[in-house]
């Protein structure tokens, strides 16, 4: 029990802000581009309450959490976005889907850097450097699985829909018929473990990079 509670401690806030602003990212650029959808109903907030999936940002992490998982996974509220509202639909929506993503990677830089900082504090000050550096080791991680795994190229995920914009037609039109069952095809490559093989090492090659240069060694 004691484990989980500081498992918690470390992971709660940043699991919360990557999947939080992964999301405001995609109504922002949204609403930058023509759609008002996601503002008009009050998703550009940073408040969590606006975004919280029951499962996804609260009992899929503690589940992972209660499992020992190696990799903590969460999600928010998908923030609703009208491509037939974006001035370039086709166009808009690949700048729209690639928002959360890099929002994913400006976060894990931001807390490198944190990390960089806090690795370097004297030790008298071990009650401060120690969990902030647990909760941004956490952070990158989180960050980089956020990142990778919204980047694989199947709709409704954001690389899916990425690729919808780039391919040209009927090769995009095919892709975005998938969409439907796109989070089946997910479950199943999970299930068998494909998907782990796929994204697992780059997520680590990443984490690893950036945690190794903020302390000077990898953690993960």
Request: net charge positive; charged share 10%; aromatic share 6%.
């Amino acid at each position: 029990m004691a484990g989980i509670l500081h498992g918690i401690s470390v992971w709660a806030l940043p699991v919360i802000l990557a999947v939080v602003l992964h999301e405001v990212a995609h109504g922002w650029v949204a609403n930058r581009l023509g759609d008002p959808t996601a503002r008009m109903m009050g998703r550009l907030t940073l408040n969590p309450l606006k975004h919280i999936d029951p499962f996804g940002t609260v009992i899929a992490p503690l589940l992972l959490l209660a499992m020992h998982s190696p990799i903590i996974f969460g999600y928010a509220k998908p923030v609703p976005v009208d491509f037939s509202r974006l001035r370039r639909p086709k166009r808009d929506m690949v700048w729209v889907a690639l928002a959360g993503p890099a929002t994913n990677v400006l976060l894990a830089l931001a807390s490198a850097l944190i990390l960089h900082g806090a690795a370097r504090l004297p030790g008298s000050m071990a009650w401060l450097a120690e969990p902030v550096a647990a909760m941004c080791q956490a952070s990158i991680l989180i960050n980089m699985v956020l990142c990778i795994f919204n980047l694989v190229p199947l709709p409704p995920l954001d690389g899916g829909r990425v690729a919808v914009g780039l391919l040209p037609h009927p090769a995009s039109g095919w892709l975005a018929r998938l969409e439907p069952v796109g989070f089946l095809i997910i479950i199943g490559l999970l299930l068998v473990g494909v998907l782990q093989r796929l994204i697992g090492p780059p997520i680590m090659m990443a984490t690893n990079a950036l945690v190794g240069w903020a302390v000077g060694s990898p953690v993960f």
